[in-house]
């Protein structure tokens, strides 16, 4: 062979060395099935999922348990969601649920889901929903959950209506493991017999020294012993000896975000030691911080896909949402300005992002935004690439 | 200004389909379009970049995986990466901040030093130091010069019987010590094993053992670090994979996003399009892919189609090294909990071998590369805070063997290992994370989708070496550009892209 380079020091170890690994691995290892296996095991992209059965929970609430048609679920971290497509009335959408059931159950995940009034989708998920139907969604998802490597071992979760989920999932889930932690869920509702899973809580709180359960009820009847009102600071500090040595989380409709924050604040508990969960896009996002003045949530604006379709739709619909409903589905999962997967770039006109657009920061230097936290304040332009 | 397109088009959708938008797939991407070549760049992920991208978490943008960029150079004298960012019209998108200290390496207990950009000053400092070493250093440093510059050189000469005869001559050092491995050559010149380990810290940029890294590796990695300085990129180095998108769109180059390559056509021996994850064929004089050969060969081309050299090439190479990556963001300034530069590098001692080997296990780590970003970008973390980053390498191996069901615990409690022995430099920095994530080789093989989530491509042991191993293409039309063709790392890779392409560009002419 290449005798010219014998004189290199080193050379024909080397040639042999190379001969020696050709001769023992005729056929390459196959690398790529393993990657696709490891994907497929832990982060599909897609999940084909059925209702094995409907439990009611409330006169609002159900909880759909879905199992895998195929028969495998990957596994997921308590306070996981999945990103369930939906099809209505001709127009294909999806909504983020948090995983309700036990990480340590994964022959099914359970999706509890309360009515939102003009929910259009929780609505048909709560009302029209029937066992034996058949759901596409994304695999678990998000990152509000625990991470033992910085956390305090003492969790309180503050949790508002069905934002009661994913704690349910972390207290299903300590009690079974027997972990060192201790989860303090202080759970507001509306009225009394909106509570959801109260009778497993209460079992579970009496049952184990690690959970303990505090219901706070807005509109209670005349005689009710507990807390009234919403989760205040006054409210959590008589619940907690030493509020500032946990952490918190904190899950519900986003009304809820602000006043936990700001009662938070009061008990000078640390930024780190709270975590909130996305939960969609603004309400209304002209009561955002920074909304233009002059425009109404309802200005007609019109939007044009570089190479695609003109539409109209308001200046307060999130950009996907208008996406959608006119036939153009793009990828998405959390709805909330996080995961950044629907992502695409505006390139004409004016729009408004609230603070939860977490946008990467050269991303806002081309005009990239996460559409579903996007409002066409006039009329855009955009390039879905 | 791009060029007049210098070819028809007749017959082909593209002249060049570019699939992946890693660093070598934009930097090519780049050079073909403002050449004006008809381009058309594939990525199967909704952002460009690979590697080189970055994610949000809380009030914190976390940089996935640009540590040092190495080859920058200042404004007055620009290293290659600097010229090349000018040559793709880059340069007015992205801001740079170089760094005046290469790293800080610890040993516990044992070694405590600052290395500075500087040739000469890095010397005294290592002097100082290690005084009755100062021979060993003078002329371990001469040697390092010598090696790198005559490797620049000889690569012309490399490819043929009569250009090996004269390298002989001409590159007496690069000859001499080009399958010498680093750790026979430390041995040469020092006894210290804490000097040794300060100046081969960088093993980890280099993923495998001293004894089967080229002496050339480690010389060349050092040069380039310690005389063109680590740079940061403002922003990110997703600043930059959008920068170089930017003018390649610019130039009139097309993109597609969320498109994954399932098939490469191949006919004849000849590459002439690809096959989308949508079904559609899209057929182009050259496919350029900035993936392992390995997916090609096994995956992407059809059997029958594939060469016996492409497989027998396969054969002898291992996919390399991956990582955990603990992400932080900190509720702190750096200077609070002592942090004053932007890396440290730590061991658990001097050993690299122990230290290699424990990559390849779940056991507490034992070598570390620590990053704060503050330093040289101060808009990488909201006012009051910093951001940081923390690796261990790690190959693949013990994570596959895991139950998914184990997977998180797992991951949290090699994560709490690498953060304990980085306490042992800062004691502090627990008690300020404000958000952490952790990334294994499994989180590479999710979003790279390569083989064992390997970060460096093919294990660069001696047997990678460019004196035993060519890079042929064994299919026309087909390229391969990234790390699984060249050394690791941002400055090979971004330069692989646009030298491949330059390649290609000359066969059109």
């Known amino acids: 062979m290449s005798d010219y380079k014998d004189a290199i020091p080193g050379y024909k170890e080397t040639i042999e060395r190379i001969h020696n690994l050709e001769e023992n691995n005729p056929v390459p290892y196959n690398y790529w099935a393993e990657t696709a296996k490891v994907i497929n095991e832990y982060h599909p992209k897609r999940l084909q999922l059925r209702v094995s059965e409907i439990i009611a929970e409330t006169a609002t609430s159900k909880t759909l348990r879905l199992v895998s048609t195929d028969g495998y679920l990957p596994p997921f971290q308590a306070g996981q969601y999945i990103n369930l497509f939906v099809d209505i009335e001709g127009i294909t959408t999806s909504r983020a649920f948090a995983i309700s059931s036990s990480p340590n159950t994964l022959n099914h995940y359970d999706l509890t889901i309360r009515k939102i009034k003009d929910g259009f989708i929780s609505q048909y998920l709560v009302n029209d929903v029937q066992v034996g139907q058949e759901f596409i969604s994304t695999g678990p998802m998000g990152n509000f959950y625990y991470n033992p490597i910085y956390q305090s071992k003492n969790v309180v979760f503050l949790a508002g209506g069905s934002g009661v989920a994913p704690a349910m999932s972390m207290i299903r889930e300590l009690v079974e493991n027997g972990d060192d932690k201790t989860i303090t869920l202080i759970y507001g509702s509306m009225n009394l017999d909106d509570i959801i899973f109260k009778n497993e809580l209460d079992q579970l709180a009496n049952e184990h020294s690690s959970v303990r359960v505090e219901y706070v009820v807005t509109n209670p009847p005349e005689n009710y012993q507990g807390y009234r009102g919403f989760i205040s600071a006054d409210i959590i500090q008589d619940i907690l000896e030493a509020p500032e040595d946990n952490t918190f989380f904190v899950c519900g409709p986003q009304i809820m975000y602000g006043f936990a924050e700001a009662e938070l604040r009061k008990l000078n508990i640390k930024r780190r030691n709270i975590k909130f969960e996305a939960n969609g896009p603004p309400s209304d996002p002209s009561q955002e911080p920074g909304w233009p003045e002059d425009v109404n949530k309802t200005k007609k604006v019109k939007v044009t896909v570089t190479g695609g379709k003109s539409f109209e739709t308001e200046a307060g619909e999130p950009l996907l949402n208008a996406l959608e409903r006119n036939g153009i589905v793009m990828e998405s999962a959390c709805r909330s300005g996080e995961c950044s997967l629907c992502r695409c770039k505006v390139v004409k006109g004016e729009v408004f992002e609230p603070k939860q657009a977490h946008v990467r920061k050269s991303d806002k230097q081309y005009g990239y935004v996460h559409s579903c936290v996007t409002f066409a304040v006039g009329d855009i332009d955009i390039e879905i690439q | ?509």
């Not at chain 2, 007049?4 to 002249?15: H, K, R, S």
């Not at chain 2, 390496?105 to 000469?120: F, H, K, Q, T, Y």
């Not at chain 2, 041995?187 to 210290?192: G, K, L, Q, V, Y």
């Not at chain 2, 440290?344 to 620590?370: H, S, W």
């Open chain 2, 1 to 509: 200004m791009p060029n007049q397109n210098p070819l028809t088009t007749a017959g082909v959708d593209y002249d060049v389909i570019v699939v992946g938008a890693g660093n070598a797939g934009l930097t090519a991407a780049a050079s073909f379009a403002r050449s004006g070549v008809k381009t058309l760049l594939l990525e199967r992920h909704n952002i460009p970049g690979g590697c080189a991208t970055s994610f949000a978490r809380g009030r914190y943008e976390f940089e996935v995986s640009l540590h040092q960029l190495s080859g920058v150079g200042t404004e007055d004298q620009p290293g290659p990466l600097r010229q090349m960012f000018g040559q793709l019209g880059i340069l007015d998108k992205i801001s740079l901040h170089g760094e005046s200290s290469i790293y800080r390496a610890v040993i516990d207990g044992a070694l405590d030093v600052s290395i500075p950009a500087d040739w000469e000053e890095a010397q005294n400092v290592l002097c100082v130091e290690f005084p009755e070493e100062r021979e060993g250093i003078r002329r371990f440093f001469k040697l390092m010069d010598t090696m790198t510059i005559e490797s620049f050189g000889v690569s012309k000469l490399l490819h043929s019987e009569e250009g090996i005869r004269a390298a002989y001559q001409q590159f007496p050092t690069f000859m001499k010590y080009g399958l010498t491995s680093a750790e026979k050559v430390l041995n040469e010149h020092f006894r210290s094993p804490e000097l040794k380990y300060a100046l081969t810290v960088y093993w980890g940029y280099l993923g495998v053992p001293l004894h089967d890294t080229s002496f050339q590796d480690l010389a060349m990695t050092l040069w380039a670090y310690i005389k063109t300085k680590p740079y940061y990129i403002e922003g990110g180095s997703q600043a930059l994979s959008n920068a170089i998108t930017d003018s390649f769109t610019e130039a009139g180059g097309e993109i597609r996003f969320n498109c994954q390559v399932e098939q490469i056509l191949v006919k004849d021996g000849q590459a002439y399009g690809v096959r989308t994850e949508h079904g559609e064929e899209i057929t182009a004089k050259v496919v350029f892919c900035n993936f392992s050969p390995i997916t090609s060969y096994s995956t992407l081309i059809e059997p029958e189609q594939v060469p016996q050299d492409a497989i027998k090439d396969l054969s002898s190479r291992t996919a390399g090294v991956s990582a955990t990556t603990l992400y932080m963001g900190l509720d702190c300034e750096p200077e609070d909990i002592g942090i004053t530069q932007a890396t440290t590098m730590i061991g658990a001692n001097a050993d690299v071998d122990e230290q290699y080997r424990r990559a390849k296990t779940l056991e507490p780590a034992g070598y570390v590369g620590f990053t704060c970003y503050n330093f040289a970008d101060p808009t990488a973390a909201p006012k009051g805070g910093a951001n940081a980053s923390l690796i261990a390498l790690q190959y693949a191996d013990p994570w596959l063997k895991l139950s998914p069901r184990d997977y998180a615990k797992e991951k949290y409690r090699y994560a709490d290992s690498m953060l304990k022995l980085l306490e042992k430099t800062y004691p502090q920095i627990r008690g300020h994370i404000e958000e952490a994530e952790v990334a294994t080789p499994l989180t590479a093989m999710r979003y790279l989708n390569t083989p064992r989530g390997s970060i460096y491509g093919f294990d660069m042991k001696l047997t990678e070496h460019r004196l035993v191993r060519e890079n042929e293409n064994h299919i026309q039309g087909l390229y391969h550009a990234g790390t699984w063709t060249t050394t690791q790392g941002y400055q090979p890779t971004l330069q692989a892209g646009c030298t491949m392409a330059r390649r290609i560009l000359r066969t059109f002419a």
